[in-house]
């Protein structure tokens, strides 16, 4: 596609349970990256994908999340049993790999956990 | 722990004017250089990027790159109200795998 494509765009989920994000990154980009950022703050790096290795997980805040990418194309990021400090917006970035190519971000998802 | 700092702001400028913003980093390693700007509400949208000592100019964006004092400055002339967002600097670290570690970045206010 044209863009990275995140869906859904807003989720409101009770305290407890599991949600589902996905990305679709740019055709041809071969590193896809998750972030988040909580209200007010700066970027959390999450994980790293080059291709459907995940070679970098050390931003994953706990074995309640978890991430794939199939394809070597969509990914999707799975929080368990969500808490409320799990409330923020999810950002899914793709690029060519390498130094010198910046990230492009998608429109990403705005968790809220209840 | 490898940081890029940046100044939070609020930076106000009045319409017309160049605006100045300016981020540090401590891991020499570090090989590449990006600013982002960021509207509130939305996802960052790279604007520059620079690798190499010097200026780097495209359009009213100016991006400057000090290796030596490790300090990577954005400047913005002909400030617009249109620019007033949230600015991120990045840095891409030899054997970070290409990840971008961000700024907490500068939030800057053009005034009409």
């Known amino acids: 596609g044209a863009g990275v494509s995140q869906s859904p765009s807003n989720k409101v989920t009770e305290k407890g349970k599991d949600v589902e994000l996905r990305c679709d990154p740019i055709?041809?980009?071969?590193?896809l990256y998750w972030y988040r950022q909580s209200l007010g703050q700066g970027l959390e790096f999450l994980i790293y994908?080059?291709?459907?290795?995940?070679?970098?997980k050390s931003g994953l805040p706990s074995d309640r999340f978890s991430a794939e990418r199939t394809g070597g194309s969509v990914s999707t990021l799975t929080i368990q049993r969500t808490q409320q400090e799990d409330s923020a917006v999810y950002l899914c970035?793709?690029?060519?790999?390498?130094?010198?190519?910046?990230?492009?971000f998608g429109s990403g998802t705005r968790l809220t956990v209840v | 722990q490898k940081e890029v700092e940046q100044n939070s702001g609020p930076l106000s400028v009045p319409e017309g004017a160049i605006a100045s913003l300016n981020c540090t980093y401590s891991?020499?390693?570090?090989?590449?250089f990006f600013w982002y700007r960021q509207y509130s509400g939305k996802s960052p949208e790279l604007i520059m990027f620079?690798?190499?000592?010097g200026d780097k100019e495209d359009g009213r964006f100016t991006a400057q790159l000090n290796k030596a004092s490790q300090y990577v400055s954005l400047l913005i002339r002909d400030s617009q109200p249109s620019d007033s967002a949230t600015y991120l600097c990045?840095?891409?670290?030899?054997?970070?795998?290409?990840?971008?570690?961000f700024g907490k970045g500068t939030l800057l206010t053009v005034n009409p």
């Open positions: 970035a793709s690029s060519f790999p390498g130094a010198n190519y910046g990230y492009t």
């Open positions: 055709s041809g980009h071969t590193a």
């Open positions: 994908f080059q291709g459907n290795s995940a070679p970098d």
């Open positions: 891991d020499r390693g570090s090989q590449s």
């Open positions: 620079i690798y190499s000592n």
């Open positions: 990045a840095v891409k670290t030899t054997g970070s795998n290409y990840k971008l570690t």
